[in-house]
């Protein structure tokens, strides 16, 4: 069974780009997540999503960062314009309705 | 949501010796899991355990939902179990998104 498949696997910007990455879940997971990793933390949840309706998206700095899920199944994270703090790792996560959460092996952001 | 305090921060330990790993979170859970993060960075699911135990190979993992606190246990160490393990809960409102913990740091020396 393929697992959660992310890109680009690594991205280097200025500050003020933009920047989009994209998240395959495994098949069948109704559930996806978007969950943002700075060095030395805990991954943080950023936005969940079941199908293609968003659940939960109350840590997402909406004012720069935006995300869809178009057709249930994949979907793609965005950053405009991106902030030297936003240098992190972007993990995506699936589940099968809120059971055991499946991560990718994430995209590392640099922000210069 | 709730608060996840994991301990020790870290912990650095020889080949072959058995350790513990403390989670202790501020609320009642219905989803509690375990998660290994390896030195490549790749988060790796280890247990879903709300309550009970459960074992799998050299690892177990024991949550006592009415003391709010889980334990998980690695036995024989060997140098592919250091990284980081995370606690995780329920981020709360309703959805089943997770709050992790800061993590146990594990290094096993050969």
């Known amino acids: 069974e393929a697992g959660v498949a992310q890109s680009p696997r690594y991205k280097i910007i200025e500050k003020r780009q933009s920047v989009a990455f994209w998240c395959n879940p495994i098949?069948?997971?109704?559930?996806l997540y978007w969950y943002q990793q700075i060095l030395g933390q805990g991954p943080k949840l950023l936005i969940q999503?079941?199908?293609?309706?968003?659940?939960?998206d109350s840590q997402l700095p909406k004012d720069r960062f935006s995300a869809e899920r178009l057709k249930g199944v994949d979907s793609t994270l965005k950053i405009q314009p991106a902030k030297l703090e936003d240098s992190a790792v972007y993990l995506c996560?699936?589940?099968?309705?809120?059971?055991?959460?499946?991560f990718g092996q994430g995209t590392r952001l640099t922000v210069v | 949501g709730i608060q996840v305090e994991q301990s020790p921060p870290d912990l650095i330990l020889q080949e072959g010796a058995n350790s513990t790993l403390r989670c202790n979170f501020s609320?009642?859970?219905?989803?509690l899991q375990w998660f290994h993060q390896n030195p490549w960075g790749q988060l790796i699911n280890l247990f879903y355990?709300?309550?009970g135990t459960k074992q799998n190979g050299r690892l177990s993992a024991t949550t006592v939902a009415t003391e709010r606190y889980s334990l998980l246990y690695i036995s024989s160490s060997q140098t592919t179990d250091s990284g980081v393990y995370f606690c995780?809960?329920?981020?709360?409102?309703?959805?089943?998104?997770?709050?992790f913990g800061k993590g146990t740091h594990l290094i096993i020396q050969p």
């Open positions: 996560a699936s589940s099968l309705s809120g059971g055991s959460a499946f």
């Open positions: 098949s069948g997971h109704a559930t």
């Open positions: 999503f079941q199908n293609n309706g968003v659940v939960d």
């Open positions: 609320d009642s859970v219905n989803n």
């Open positions: 355990i709300p309550s």
């Open positions: 995780a809960g329920p981020s709360g409102g309703g959805a089943d998104g997770l709050t």
